[in-house]
């Protein structure tokens, strides 16, 4: 199975507005490096879990949320840091996949989406996201992630 990225946010801060890269740096058992998780001060790392590391979502999920409902969730919106095309992420979990040349990520679990989404973008998706929100993910070997990269299963 394999995938492209296609968006690379992060946000400094928790709350604030998504940041877009060409590029990232992926760092092992860390998180992607400039990143609120990877820095420790993201809304959840007063609980902190390698699921935080970093998340993704497809796509065609924002896509179909528009054909479904008319809202437009952008991809910086999503606030997810990875952004795929062509991959059906729910069918990676609990498997581990490579994203550009050489970083490794373990599917920890399918993101579930919330109110606080909702709050930062005054927009009604909790509901759409359900069971298709993407996935948080822990990042087992570090690297550079490009957009374009590919993304493929490697357990």
């Not at 796509?59 to 059906?88: C, F, K």
């Not at 050489?102 to 996201?129: F, G, T, W």
Request: proline share 2%.
């Amino acid at each position: 199975m394999t995938g492209r990225v296609c968006g690379i946010f992060t946000a400094e801060v928790a709350a604030q507005e998504m940041m877009d890269h060409q590029e990232c740096r992926l760092l092992a058992n860390v998180g992607i490096e400039g990143d609120r998780y990877a820095r420790r001060i993201g809304r959840w790392s007063d609980r902190p879990k390698t699921e935080h590391q970093i998340s993704f979502i497809e796509l065609e999920v924002l896509h179909q949320i528009y054909d479904e409902t008319g809202v437009v969730l952008t991809p910086r919106e999503s606030r997810r840091n990875i952004i795929t095309y062509g991959v059906r992420l729910n069918d990676l979990l609990g498997r581990t996949i490579r994203v550009g040349k050489s970083a490794l990520v373990y599917v920890e679990k399918l993101n579930h989406p919330c109110k606080y989404l909702e709050r930062l973008i005054d927009k009604q998706v909790m509901s759409s996201l359900l069971g298709r929100s993407g996935l948080n993910c822990q990042v087992v070997s570090g690297g550079i992630v490009r957009l374009g990269d590919r993304i493929e299963t490697v357990l």
